[in-house]
């Protein structure tokens, strides 16, 4: 295919809803003013004027923007004023995402959404609207080598052939009620109503206490209360319509995600485009056993929602995750939980980066307002936990080719890394490890954001050395 | 363990660090003499100009004598067909072994101080990270630039 082709007319619309949006802010303030000085002829006048440029703007977008598939390559030619050319190498090409919204759905369209390795939203590209077809034809075309077949043209014979592992509904409310801002609402809850109360000081309740201020304050724990009560329950909707019907396909060298309700996205990930495989236990989901599957790929897009990450799969059981890779990724394997942990003598750093900053802020307190050291000490306490915990969940385990790294920050996160997937390794120790035999190791992996930083702290320096030795590609 | 890398980075690296350390420690040394002045015309406490005094002499005599031939005694690299192995830190000493097919671009730099003992550094950028070799000579630096790019010049399959 040669020709240049337009997208959809339809697309026309989409530009003209997002240069409204983008310019309703700027003329909110002048509007309001103008109604207010009577001159409400002008402004619906003016706001026509500018309703039909922007009509006419969309157009001509519209109009310049051709694309064509040719060879290995997609041209994109784009611009009114200033005329741009595109053109992108199918070998660079990391994902090709169709999603439709409801509009797109109305008109039976797709919109295609290009990614790449580089580290600017730019430089991707999105067909905002073409047909369903073309969306197929073209994730055909650009997929990095042409062996697997798309889903649907021939539905039967791959639900055979191609493992598949599809989201149940009990899983997503699983995942939606346990949603991390849900845990903080949590946590928050409980520390307001049972103990907030003996952490305010005798002397503070005296002063303020009245009977007026007592109900001013139930009322509002009240409020509060039935305020994250709603918070809750849309987070467990907003889950529902992101990730209902989440299904992912094992094909011969690319995974096949397709999931939501209301805007229908799929996505493909070539194997080859794979950093490395990570799983997730969020505080909450660890101690009821399930953990979060997801991919780093290197891709421009930075996500506007941390928690939009590549998904290989939004809820499971931690049992099951070693048979789900088995069967849609089999390159990387679980280890069983024979980690190497950390030495005993490594506990110290940990508790001190942990504890050092709500310990100091003990001590102004204690100097400033002592009424109230209660709370940097529950803090300092938690603190000292939490360094604790993480002591306890960082470790390696090494295995041929593969090298897994546990750690937690606060979420425990187990990270599945390839040999040849690592950019760089470095040991670093300081005088105090180097007395004590400890030293730190870090890695690092191309990601989302340019690189992610693999960091064991503090583990055995033979050990440390033997995973330089194992990175090697002298020895 | 694995030993130590094997090339020492140029002696005149000492002399250019120096350089900059000397060109820092001018900013304390202003404050000092500006609070001199200030003392004298506003009639406050001298103890502040010779606190700054004493913080200045302390600073430069780490900065300029210590700090650049410790910094100099620890880096050290050396370049293999298949990677790049550096030490390099004072009080935490790190090793990082970088392998050629990874390496992205090789960069060599000079500024001002580095020329004029001719002397230039030496970047090497991964897709995820860069390295950097600080003072090497001018035409160590070049021919190590090429012939990095040379042994990274692997077919790459994928990013």
């Known amino acids: 295919m040669s020709e240049a082709k337009r997208l959809h007319p339809v697309s026309v619309i989409f530009t003209t809803l997002q240069s409204l949006r983008q310019i309703i802010f700027g003329i909110l303030p002048i509007a309001i003013l103008a109604i207010g000085d009577g001159m409400f002829l002008y402004l619906s006048l003016g706001l026509v004027v500018i309703l039909l440029l922007v009509i006419g703007f969309s157009v001509l977008t519209w109009m310049r923007y051709t694309y064509r598939v040719e060879e290995d390559q997609l041209r994109i030619e784009h611009g009114v004023f200033i005329r741009k050319k595109r053109t992108i190498s199918k070998h660079r090409i990391q994902s090709i995402d169709l999603s439709q919204n409801i509009i797109h759905r109305v008109f039976g369209l797709t919109k295609v959404q290009i990614e790449t390795a580089g580290s600017d939203h730019k430089i991707d590209a999105a067909l905002h609207a073409v047909t369903m077809e073309e969306g197929k034809y073209l994730h055909d075309q650009l997929k990095y080598k042409k062996e697997a077949v798309t889903a649907e043209s021939d539905n039967k014979e791959e639900k055979i052939h191609y493992p598949q592992r599809k989201v149940e509904v009990k899983e997503l409310l699983i995942a939606g009620s346990t949603s991390a801002s849900f845990g903080f609402i949590i946590g928050l809850v409980a520390l307001g109503i049972t103990e907030l109360e003996s952490f305010i000081p005798d ?10 201020v007592n109900q001013a304050i139930e009322m509002l724990i009240f409020m ?8 809750w329950g849309l987070g467990i909707l907003v889950t529902l319509i992101q990730y209902w019907n989440f299904t992912i396909t094992r094909y011969e060298k690319e995974l096949f995600i397709t999931r939501g309700l209301l805007e229908k996205k799929q996505m493909t990930i070539p194997l080859k485009r794979i950093q490395a495989v990570g799983i997730k236990e969020t505080i909450l989901r660890q101690p009821l056993g399930f953990a979060t599957v997801y991919v780093e790929i290197a891709s421009g897009e930075v996500s506007k929602n941390a928690d939009v990450k590549t998904l290989l799969f939004p809820l499971m059981r931690k049992k099951e995750i070693n048979s789900f890779l088995e069967k849609i990724l089999s390159e990387y394997v679980l280890p069983e939980d024979n980690f190497t942990p950390l030495p005993k003598r490594a506990l110290p750093y940990y508790l001190f980066r942990a504890g050092v900053v709500p310990f100091i802020a003990s001590i102004v307190v204690a100097f400033s307002a002592i009424d109230w050291i209660g709370i940097p000490l529950i803090a300092t306490g938690l603190a000292l936990i939490l360094g604790y915990f993480q002591f306890k969940s960082t470790g390696y385990h090494l295995d041929g080719k593969q090298l897994v790294v546990q750690a937690r920050l606060v979420n425990k996160d187990t990270t599945l890394l390839k040999h040849h997937r690592l950019q760089s390794f470095a040991v670093k120790a300081h005088f105090l490890h180097r007395y004590q ?5 870090d890695t690092a992996i191309l990601s989302k954001l340019a690189g992610r930083h693999m960091i064991i702290k503090e583990m055995d320096a ?7 030795e194992w990175y090697s590609y002298e020895s | 363990m694995r030993k130590a890398p094997s090339e020492r980075i140029a002696t005149d690296a000492i002399k250019a660090w120096q350089v900059l350390a000397i060109i820092f420690t001018v900013i304390p040394l202003l404050a000092a003499i ?4 200030l ?11 010779i606190g700054v005094t004493a913080f200045t002499i302390l600073e430069g005599v780490i900065s300029i004598l210590i700090i650049p031939k410790l910094r100099w005694r620890r880096w050290r690299y050396q370049i293999y067909d298949q990677e790049i192995y550096i030490q390099h830190g004072i009080l935490i000493v790190t090793r990082t072994i970088v392998p050629m097919i990874r390496v992205q671009h090789v960069d060599t730099q000079q500024g001002p101080i580095l020329k004029k003992y001719k002397l230039a550094s030496l970047t090497i950028s991964t897709a995820a990270t860069t390295h950097e070799i600080p003072a090497l000579l001018e035409e160590e630096a070049s021919a190590l630039r090429d012939q990095i790019s040379e042994l990274a010049r692997v077919e790459q399959d994928d990013v």
């Open chain 1, 224 to 231: 509060a209360l039935l305020f994250f009560i709603l918070l």
């Open chain 2, 39 to 49: 003392a004298y015309f506003f009639e406050f406490s001298y103890w502040f100009a």
């Open chain 1, 462 to 468: 033979e050990s440390a050395s033997k995973l330089l």
């Open chain 2, 34 to 37: 500006a609070l001199y002045v």
């Open chain 1, 437 to 441: 035999q400890l030293a730190s190791v």
């Open chain 1, 203 to 212: 002397s503070f309740y005296n002063q303020a206490t009245s009977w007026v």
